[in-house]
Nanobody, 118 residues
Framework: QVQLVESGGGLVQAEGSLRLSCAAS????????MGWFRRPPGKQREWVAS???????YYADSVKGRFTISRDNAKNTVYLQMNSLKPEDTAVYHC????????????WGQGTQVTVSS
């Protein structure tokens, strides 16, 4: 079982930056693929970025070049550095974990609110 706790959300002006953190429990963190998802107000959840156990990162086109996902296996933590934020980035951001090779994410955090004002 893996428990995920996000932090770092808040209110920021457009073009500003935030760094989200997701702390994970468990001793096998390094074996998981970690992802960030978001749910904008009134919309469906969407994938933002993910990072493999081998530190290969993938991004949605909407955030590519602005967001950076990283992980620190010694701290059981994954990060999402968000720069050049736009009002359309406003959403509840969730981190998630899945075993390498699994199809779906099995573990989810409760989320942290990010609000970008224009």
């Amino acid at each position: 079982q893996v428990q995920l706790v996000e932090s770092g959300g808040g209110l920021v002006q457009a073009e500003g930056s935030l760094r989200l953190s997701c702390a994970a429990s468990g001793r096998t963190f390094s074996s998981y693929v970690m992802g960030w998802f978001r749910r904008p107000p009134g919309k469906q959840r969407e994938w933002v970025a993910s990072i493999s156990s081998g530190d290969v990162a993938y991004y949605a086109d909407s955030v590519k070049g602005r967001f950076t996902i990283s992980r620190d296996n010694a701290k059981n933590t994954v990060y999402l550095q968000m720069n050049s934020l736009k009002p359309e980035d406003t959403a509840v951001y969730h981190c998630a974990a899945r075993w390498t090779g699994a199809v779906s994410y099995d573990y989810w955090g409760q989320g942290t609110q990010v609000t970008v004002s224009s």
